[in-house]
């Protein structure tokens, strides 16, 4: 919720910055035209995401073509096509997660019914999943002001923007396997088993996890919140960017837009408590929130 007041606000404040500047420009600056008023531009880059628990994910990569007309020195619109990819990363599952999620047991009672010592234990599931990565297909207006209006000579100037879309996002089913770990935190050296380390035969005093040869593989046919899904979606991006001859016939700019994209359903081991109820809940380990994420670009336009 927080991240979509913040960039409500920030809406706000780009679309008045809009309006304040157009109106200063005046009549006389709007009929000035420069010699090249229309654009096509393709931008490429890398993407992040931006929050705490925002999915299991690497950085991805986005990809944007899209047209621009001038309507005079300081402000431009027009459509662009947009994808973004994020692939899921085990590795960030297992740094958000540390690859377990523990219960314990105390099978005391039928240890004690035949005279053996207790035994108190930690068990859980460790992780291995495949599949979750996300994408998302986007139209969107893009609204352009230059904060240094553009002419003829112009070498640079610098923009703000802000991107408001509709999006087609969709999530690859995910699959897992996972194996039962017991870790022993009690040593019997005494009675009738004084040969051995514990009940289980694991060794112990050492900090590690030794799995007792249980392992299950799960997936879509098991659980309906991990089939692949594909829905319509929406949101804005917004950012700053500096353009380089912004109007001879091929320009070059540079920028970076921060987004959020209404709910969509993504990997989020984090957003889950590092236990085994969390683990057999049957919507693990998918979330469905907004998505808030940030793009670096660089592209290059053809203006006539």
Known sequence: MKYSTRLVCAIFLVMTGFSVM??????????????????IFLGLGPSFTFGKNIGDYKNGINAEIGFLKRLNRIFSVGPSVSYVNFKY?????????????????????????????????QYGYVLNLEGGDLSLISLAVNLKLNFIPVKDDTKFSVYGFAKPFISIASRKEVKGSDARYTYETYEDTGGTQSTADDYLYYNQDDDTWYPDGYESNWGPSDYEALKSETKVTGGIFIGPGIEIMPAKSFSFYLQAALGYTFPVSYVSTAAYDKTVTSYVNEKFPMVTKGFPSVNVQVGASYNF
């Open 22 to 39: 157009a109106q200063d420009e005046g009549a006389i600056v709007k009929r000035e035209r420069i010699d090249k008023s229309k654009g």
């Open 89 to 121: 990363d085990p590795e960030v599952t297992s740094l958000k997660s540390g690859n377990a999620y523990i219960g314990s047991g105390d099978p005391n009672d039928w240890r004690t019914k035949y005279g053996l010592p207790s035994l108190n234990y």
